[in-house]
């Protein structure tokens, strides 16, 4: 019975596993591939591509007008022809940004924030690989950037800038995070408009608008912002990550709807406080109203001249009086999710910004403390690595009350088994009877006969909790163990069908069984060999490939999470067989090792 109820959870774990490999891993490898292929395309500029039927003619402002009739983004190139990335950047007037963790610049033309590089992110584990890219200009292959201005109020017909004004700069150097930039922009109507944007020491832009009216009359205005993404944007199309519009509205709380949720039609919100934008794995962008005012938010799209989707926000009116000057601010988020900046924003006043990662619905209670746990000791310990294998041995022994009254029940069971040989015998016929009997010596024995199943289940949210982390967390992706795992979050990249590296050439995909996926397999075949082979011929095979099933399964996992298992696999053998040894069971590995080799006699099969 005890090793029926062993294999009872090894095969509710190969099915969640199955189901999880074939609904998740490879698929996100294959997006991965997909993605990092998209990425490299934008960084190269001889090699860049234009999205289908994407053009700078692509502008929303015909199809997806803004809350209240806010603007939306204005075209920046003529003729319609996309241009490589350095070839859009060099089409307009630019300042420099040049703070602690980005660069990029802004372009005077319609004073947008559209070129955006982070300095601490490389497009692979090789630090001379292109930084990421997260905005890109009008005119590159998929334009994405933040615009700021005014639109009129009701029955005003002001001039204003938009999407085609040219600022002037009045600082001079780039934008630091010591300093900031100052753009003005006079309508000839007795309006000047002055933006001042100043960037911390982060991804927190900070936009202020300052309207000083030099004129006879009051004037009415709208501030706005918006995000406006060209293209259709590369995801990895997983059920459990979302990547696409995201936001925070007040009380409504939390919205997410997709790409195409939002292509049938606009999302429309009015709230006060919170924050939208557009998240993708790793990266994110999300305006940040005032959180202190009402505003009316937007997620559209719009098709014309090709894919494009857009977040924006839309202020109560502002009244400027002749003579007086009035100020808006509004500020942009556009780098790294990583958890302690997004925290930190969150301690400011941005309304529940933690859900830009998303850590799942279901999993949330688990995930993050899971991620606080492992950065704990990271930064105990350095490594990411060692901090899994210390929470995995915490994990042990949070639960060690629920596994040690597991194994103590497997060791009871082992001690009655000649019992139980006894009950079959006396009953050879009656199947009903042999249940009663053996469910009355449970009882007596105080024996739980499911107890087997819950040291395998116990580990499964956590093993869920920690892919999820090293799926989602950008602290470990890129992030070395030691030797020749450079990315936990990644697959071991050793193969044992070129003897791991020592033959000059590459294997299929599907043959990439790593050092550490044999290590789990020899750890998983031990621990199974602390128990002899069921007598049924059929759950012998099963007990005895099942080691060789699971490596093959694995093997394309995140290194961190085979890691993880083969830890927890040699921390339960010595667990168990502590436990046997104090409940005087015979434990013979060896022994039971060298019967899955044995051929068994006809005689003994019989008997079993």
């Known amino acids: 019975m005890d090793n029926r109820n062993t294999l009872i959870a090894i095969v509710l774990s190969v099915l969640v596993l199955v189901g999880w490999q074939y609904f998740v891993a490879k698929p996100q490898l294959d997006a991965q591939r997909e993605q990092q292929a998209a990425q490299q395309a934008l960084t190269d500029e001889n090699k860049a591509t234009p999205a289908p039927g994407v053009g700078p003619q692509a502008a929303p402002a015909a199809g997806a007008q803004s809350p209240a009739g806010a603007p939306a983004a204005q075209p920046g190139a003529a003729g319609g022809q996309i241009k490589t990335r ?65 639109v009129n109020g009701a029955g005003e017909n002001v001039k204003l800038p938009d999407g085609q004004t040219e600022w002037k700069a009045e600082t001079t150097g780039p934008l630091t995070t010591e300093k900031p930039v100052v753009l003005v922009w006079d309508n000839g109507q007795g309006l000047v408009f002055r ?63 997709t790409y195409k949720d939002i292509t049938g039609g606009p999302r429309t919100y009015k709230a006060t406080g919170g924050w939208l934008g557009f998240t993708d794995k790793y990266w994110g962008a999300a305006l940040i109203p005032p959180q202190d005012k009402g505003y009316a938010a937007r997620f559209a799209s719009a098709t014309e001249g090709g894919k494009l989707y857009q977040s924006d926000y839309l202020l109560d009116p502002i009244v400027v009086a002749p003579g007086a000057t009035s100020e808006s601010t509004a500020r942009l988020f556009a780098g790294a999710k990583q958890v302690a900046v997004i925290d930190k924003y ?34 105990l310990v350095g490594n990411f690595g060692i901090a899994i294998l210390i929470v995995t041995l915490c994990v042990k022994i949070i639960f060690f009350p629920l596994a040690n009254k597991s194994y103590v029940s497997m060791s009871k ?98 043959l990439l069984i790593g050092v550490w996926p044999i290590l789990m397999g020899i750890s998983m075949f031990v621990q199974m060999r602390l128990n002899p082979a069921p007598p049924d011929p059929t759950q012998a095979m099963i007990f005895n490939w099942m080691p060789l099933f699971f490596t093959f399964l694995l093997a394309s996992f995140p290194a961190g999470l085979v890691i993880y298992w083969t830890w927890n696999n040699l921390l339960s053998i010595l667990q168990q067989w502590i436990i046997m040894k104090r409940q005087g069971v015979e434990v013979n590995i060896i022994g039971n090792t060298l019967d899955v080799f044995r051929k068994k006699k006809p005689a003994d099969a019989a008997k079993s």
């Open 346 to 379: 969150e301690s400011q006043g941005v309304l529940k910004f933690e859900l830009m990662i998303d850590w799942g619905t279901y999993l949330h209670l688990v995930t993050k403390p899971m991620f606080y746990a492992l950065d704990f000791f990271y930064k």
């Open 86 to 150: 350095e070839q859009a950047l060099a089409g307009a007037p630019r300042v420099k940004i040049d703070s602690n963790r980005l660069d990029g610049s802004i372009s005077l033309i319609g004073g947008r924030v559209d070129d955006v590089q982070l300095k601490d992110y490389r497009e692979t584990v090789d630090p001379k690989s292109p930084e990421i890219v997260l905005f890109a200009p009008i005119g590159s292959p998929q334009p994405y950037y933040a615009e700021f201005g005014y």
């Open 195 to 257: 933006r001042t944007i100043s960037i911390d020491g982060d991804y927190l832009f900070t936009v202020k608008d300052n309207v000083q009216n030099t004129g006879a009359a009051a004037t009415t205005l709208h501030p706005y912002a918006l995000l406006s993404r060209h293209g259709e944007p590369q995801t990895l199309g997983y059920w459990f990550l979302h990547e696409g519009p995201i936001g925070v509205f007040g009380q409504e709380g939390l919205s997410y709807p």
């Open 413 to 510: 069971m082992k001690l009655v088994q000649p019992e139980m040989v006894k009950i079959k015998e006396r009953f050879p016929d009656d199947k009903q009877r042999q249940q009663q009997e053996l469910m009355e010596l449970y009882k007596r024995e105080k024996i739980n006969p499911l107890a087997g199943c819950l040291p395998i289940l116990i580990q499964i949210p956590v093993f869920f909790a920690l892919y999820k982390v090293l799926f989602i967390a950008i602290e470990m992706r890129h992030a070395p163990f030691y030797g020749w795992i450079h990315d936990l979050a990644a697959p071991d990249p050793t193969s044992l069908f070129n003897l791991f590296g020592l033959l000059p050439y590459d294997v299929p995909h599907f």
